[in-house]
């Protein structure tokens, strides 16, 4: 078996500052109640671990005791949900990824110059949700080219389109072009909303898929950018499987011989990719190739609630933020082990 391990892949910027966040306040706050509103990520393992380490996942507000410290997870929430935790005195650590709030600005901007915005993205995803919430009376949610005639427009020539930031680009290229065709005089966001990583990880299975035989994509079901991995592998027409570890694999995948490529979504940790790497060498013998189809060098910095509350009980959020080898000390901390994958 040839096993293609795509870079990049796995943990993005904002999904590395979201789990920073949790375990800083874990360190900062030994013994305290933690909060975070939805999961931090999403991602079962990351969930778990957190939970073993005494983090409470709450899906309303209600569910938080007067007073105590709230994260908002890295898909961002609505301000609606910050007067909520205002109004029961939380302490709101908010770790919204900063792609996810450029997009919420936007939104904000366009709405109060009496645009009508159309939301490109999935309606239940909580990314949608905090995003709609900025301006509910202003923004419609486009989740397929059949949605456009439904839509009521008051003057197209006032009109944006937004998206989602973990779209797949194929069909986001799709929708958006339905909509220019509807609304010629639409305007663009002025830059990409579908974030650097989602373009990036997508790239790579673009130009990789077609060399393999069946593509493993390790994520969780309820991951945009991972589901939408597998659809971009689909597309060029190889079958992909998403998995959440290795223990979800299925031997009757394989018949021998293959080219497998491997890939995580944004939110999927090394180590599990380590162990899958590692199955499939044990199982079906063969080598690992790492391609290389984008370097990373992004790295969001830790919110300023957070930095203020590290000040507050004497620690210096930048001395912290110095980081050696960022994901192996990350993994360690939130109860996983650090696997090397011997690439050759
Ligand atoms: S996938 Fe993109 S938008 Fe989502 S957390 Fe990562 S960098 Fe931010």
New binding site residues.
Partial sequence: MRILLANPRGF????HM?IDVVDQLLTLCPGEPLYVFHEI?HNKHVVQRFERRGVSFVEAIEDVPEGATLVFS?HGVSPAVRDLARRRNLTAIDAT????TKVHMEAIRYAKQGFQILLVGHADHQEVVGTRGEAPDAIQVVERPEDIPGLRIADPNKLVYLTQ??LSTDDAGVIIAALKRAFPNIKEPPSSDI????TNRQAAVRQIAPECDVALVIGSKNSS?SVRLTEISQNVGVPAYLIDDVGELQSAWFKGGETVLVTAG?SAPEDLVAGLCRTLIERYGGTIEVRDVFNED?EFNLPATLKRLMRERGVDPDVRRIRVGHYEITAERYGATPLTIGAT
């Fill in positions: 993005c910027a904002g999904v979201a990520v890295a990824c900063p792609l996810v930031t973990t974030c650097y990583a989602t950018n944004a992004e």
